[in-house]
């Protein structure tokens, strides 16, 4: 490392470059040594290659503490010049395969797009993690295609209604309100310390462990409808559920993910002021009111209001439309036989 130093001052970066080869030769993890390679590679000019070893470096940097001001300046410089590199790689590859990707239907190309930026590392590459219940076969979509659910468009068309009877419930004090977290204090969910048991992020059920709350569905007799019409799954004590979910001002949500992955999550924006936001895995979107989407819940997400205002969405859960309607029943038995023999109260799904 020392002849390393010594040469690259002198300006004889071929001698510099070979002292730092026998250095990582005697250690190929040497932070130091892969660092200095990096920026010698990027004096010589060497770009790419200098992109190499900037991301091998970035990978094996130790927390920020343990290193000097001069090696985090040239780390933060390694990981601007490794993403300006990348961008530009997109670019060209998206321009080399233009006839092949304008082949594409919309989902398709969409998909194509992901493909690229996971293999540029642009991108991270996220998977199911549900906590408890995992049906084989089902593929980590994020953010499901509308084809896939015809119904979604007579659900958007009854939105007005739909906030008109949230507005009503709201204005009249929120009665029936109540956090949406609520575990024991022995529970050991970290994540959930802050928002247990909080208003912070409030739900207004429409069904309690899989049961109509019937005042509820009195009270919103047209979003009680609609939600009956969807292709909701029926577990014993577990589902369907269906609510809607405050999130006050200056609210984060912390990434996580559901319990199963057999379902998927349907959000249907009623009350969005500016500066909401809703992550699934590598795709951030905006709720605009009005537009639903369905995303799968068992893939890391998180949501935030950063505004001055509530924000109010519906919240309900559907069938994967890739089931049979013999795996959805199989499905079903099986996990109300499981519960039934372990005497298992189901808590509250996130």
Known sequence: MRLAGVA??????????????????????????LLMMA??????????????????????????????????????????????????????????????????????????????????????????????????????????DRVHFPWLSALEAQSAEIRRELMAILGGGGEGFAPY?????????????????????????????????????????????????????????????????TLTPKTRIPPHTGVANFRLVVHLPLVIPPGCGFRVGGETREWRFGEAWVFDDTIEHEAWNNSDELRVIMICDVWSPLLSAAEREAIAAIIEARDRFSAIVPSPSI
């Open 181 to 245: 977290i609520n575990y024991p204090d022995q529970i050991p969910l970290d994540q959930w310390r802050e928002l247990n048991r909080s208003p912070k992020w409030a739900a207004w059920h429409f069904f309690d462990k899989g049961e109509p709350i019937e005042d509820h569905f009195k009270i919103a007799p047209v979003t009680a409808d609609a939600v009956s019409r969807l292709p909701q799954p029926k577990v014993v004590r577990r589902s369907p559920s269906a609510l809607f979910s």
């Open 39 to 144: 920026t010698v590679r990027e004096s010589t000019g060497d770009i790419k290659l200098a992109v190499h070893h900037y991301s091998v470096a970035i990978a094996q940097a130790p927390p920020t503490w343990q290193i000097d001001p001069s090696a985090i300046s040239a780390l933060e410089h390694g990981r601007a010049l490794v993403e300006r590199h990348h961008r530009e790689l997109r670019d060209f590859i998206h321009a080399a395969i233009g006839d092949a990707r304008q082949d594409c239907a919309d989902a398709e190309r969409k998909k194509v797009d992901t493909f690229v930026d996971v293999t540029l590392g642009i991108r991270k590459s996220y998977t199911q993690q549900p906590m408890e219940f995992c049906y084989p076969g089902l593929p980590s979509i994020e953010f499901y």
């Open 8 to 33: 690259r001052r002198a300006g004889d970066l071929p001698e510099a470059i070979e002292a730092l080869e026998n250095a990582l030769k005697l250690d190929p993890r040497c932070f130091p040594a």
